[in-house]
């Protein structure tokens, strides 16, 4: 579990490394999406609720993986400049956060017969299947809704 204090210095430092000082950074309350670069108020923030549960190689990765955002600038994306700049700065995850959500901060929690759980963040719109139910089955085993408890 990482400290978020530490996460800040070891962001700061990378920015003044790699970047000019016109850029900062500082943490959101994302529950899915693990950093984000906002070219436009030139700043980088990771999730504070995902930083906090996970460990320091995986808040360190997402932070080179945002600092490289940063480097080669609007536009580029995924791409392979960026992805070169990314593996430059010692970056190895893929191009997506794969790892872990909030889970717990969902609004909606879906269960089906078979008793898996799913959770959605947003007001779950017409009918679910549950894929690990539904694979092989003749026909989609459906998901039931409920809103969560405050």
């Known amino acids: 579990m990482a400290e978020l204090d ?34 436009t108020a030139r700043r980088i923030t990771v999730s504070k ?3 906090a549960r996970w460990d320091d190689d995986e808040v360190h990765q997402t932070l080179l993986h945002e600092v490289a955002h940063a480097m080669v600038g609007p ?15 010692g ?7 794969q790892g872990e959500i909030a889970a717990e901060r969902a609004g909606w929690v879906g269960r089906c017969p078979g008793g898996h759980e799913h959770v959605r963040f947003r007001a779950p ?6 894929r690990p139910c539904s694979k092989g089955a003749p026909q989609a085993v459906e ?4 809103r969560r408890a405050a």
Do not use: M, N, P
């Not at 719109?125 to 549950?130: D, M």
């Open 6 to 39: 530490r996460v800040e210095r070891w962001a700061e430092a990378l920015i003044r490394l790699h970047l000019d000082d016109t850029w900062s950074f500082g943490f959101d309350r994302a529950v899915k999406r693990a950093g984000l670069t906002d070219f």
């Open 49 to 51: 609720h995902l930083a």
């Open 75 to 89: 536009g580029e994306g995924h791409g392979r400049r960026w992805l070169r700049t990314a593996r430059e700065l």
């Open 91 to 97: 970056y190895v995850g893929g191009r997506t956060h």
């Open 125 to 130: 719109r017409g009918r679910y299947a549950c």
């Open 143 to 146: 998901v039931r809704w409920e």
